[in-house]
C-alpha cells in the first residue's frame, strides 16, 4: 500500500461513523426499579404476615374435600365447554344462513343469552321445576307422549349448572365462530364450490381450518372464564372447588387460607389451560407461513410461553 492510499484510507476510515452505541432508557430502569421495590414489598408481606396461615394452607392444599371439588370444576368446565362451542357453531352457521328465519332466531338467541348474566341463568335453571313440574317428551300439539319425567329428578345441580353455563356460553362461541369465518375469503369458499364440494363440504374441509387461526385465541380465553365461572354453581349447591372450600373453612373459621386455597387451584389450572391454547395455537399456525408463531416459535416455545408468560431467550448464532 502506497503513502498516497494509506492517506486516503485514514481519510475515509474518519468519515465512517463508529461503532454502534445502544440507546439510553433510563425511565425503563426506574420503572424496574419501582416494580422491583413493589414485588419485594408483596413478597415481604406475604411471609412475615402471620394470618395468612401457610401451614393451614399446605394442609389443605391437597385434602380430599379440596381434591373433590378440583375434580368437579374440571368436569363441569369440560362439560359446560362442549355444549358451549357444539352449540355456538351451529347457532354461528345459523346466524350466516341466507334462510331469514335461521338467521333471525339465532340472533335473538345470541341477544337473550348475552344479554342475561349466568347466575339468574344458573338460578333460573335450578328452579325449572317452579314453571314445569314435569317435563314431557313426544311430538308437540298432537302428536303421542313417548316419556313424563319429573323435573326435579331430571334437573340436578348439575344439569343446571351444565345448562345454565353451557347455553350462554354458546352465545359468546357463535360470535367467535362467526368471526372466525368470516375471516375467511369468501373466494375460498367460491373455489371449493367450483371444484365439486358441497357448500357442507366447503365449509368442513375448507372454511373451518382455516378460521380455526381466529377461533382458537379467544377460545382459549373463552375456556379459561369459564373455568372461573364454574364458581358461580356453589349458589345451586354445585360442590366445586369454591363450595369445597367454603365447606371446610364454615366447619373451621379458617376463611383466609381456605380462600388461597382454592386461588391457588384456579391459578394451576389456568395456567395449565394457558399452555394448552399456546400449543394449539403452534400447532394450527405451524402450517401458514404468514403467522408470526409458524416462523419464529418451536413446540417448546409455546409451551413455555404458555407455562411462564414470555418466550425463551435464544442462543445467539455464533459469529
Known amino acids: 500500500m502506497t503513502a498516497r492510499t494509506r492517506v486516503a484510507a485514514e481519510e ?4 465512517l461513523p463508529g461503532p454502534p452505541v445502544p440507546l439510553r432508557h ?12 413493589l414485588v419485594l414489598w408483596f413478597g415481604y408481606i406475604v411471609v412475615t404476615n402471620p394470618n395468612f396461615q401457610w401451614d393451614v394452607v399446605g394442609r389443605y392444599l391437597f385434602g380430599a374435600d379440596i381434591l373433590r371439588g378440583v375434580l368437579v370444576t374440571i368436569e363441569l368446565t369440560i362439560t359446560a365447554m362442549l355444549i358451549g362451542i357444539g352449540l355456538g357453531i351451529v347457532v354461528a352457521l345459523m346466524r350466516l344462513s341466507s334462510n331469514g328465519l335461521l338467521s333471525s332466531a339465532a340472533m335473538l338467541y345470541i341477544t337473550f343469552f348475552r344479554g342475561t348474566p349466568a347466575l339468574v341463568q344458573l338460578i333460573f335453571w335450578f328452579n325449572l321445576s317452579a314453571l314445569f313440574p314435569t317435563i314431557t317428551i313426544g311430538i308437540p300439539f298432537f302428536g303421542p307422549v313417548f316419556a313424563t319425567v319429573n323435573a326435579n329428578a331430571l334437573i340436578t345441580p348439575f344439569i343446571a349448572a351444565n345448562l345454565g353455563l353451557g347455553l350462554c356460553e354458546a352465545a359468546y362461541m357463535a360470535e367467535i365462530v362467526r368471526s372466525g369465518i368470516l375471516s375467511v ?6 373455489a371449493a364450490v367450483a371444484v365439486g364440494m358441497t357448500r357442507a363440504q366447503a365449509m368442513r374441509k375448507v372454511i373451518l381450518p382455516q378460521a380455526l387461526r381466529v377461533i382458537i385465541p379467544p377460545t382459549g380465553n373463552q375456556v379459561i372464564g369459564m373455568l372461573k365461572y364454574t364458581s358461580l354453581a356453589s349458589v345451586i349447591s354445585v360442590t366445586e372447588l369454591l363450595a369445597s372450600a367454603e365447606l371446610v373453612y364454615t366447619r373451621t373459621f379458617e376463611t383466609i387460607p381456605l380462600l388461597i386455597v382454592a386461588s391457588l387451584w384456579y391459578v394451576l389450572l389456568t395456567t395449565l389451560l394457558t399452555a394448552v391454547q399456546r400449543v394449539l395455537e403452534w400447532h ?8 408470526r408463531a409458524a416462523a419464529s416459535s418451536s413446540f417448546g416455545e409455546a409451551l ?8 425463551p431467550r435464544r442462543a445467539r448464532p455464533a459469529g
Open 26 to 37: 433510563p425511565g425503563r430502569w426506574v420503572a424496574c426499579g419501582v416494580v422491583a421495590l
Open 304 to 311: 413455555w410461553q404458555g407455562l411462564f408468560g414470555f418466550r
Open 12 to 15: 475515509l476510515a474518519d468519515l
Open 185 to 190: 375469503d369468501a373466494g375460498q369458499q367460491e
Open 284 to 291: 394450527v399456525g405451524r402450517s401458514h407461513s404468514d403467522t
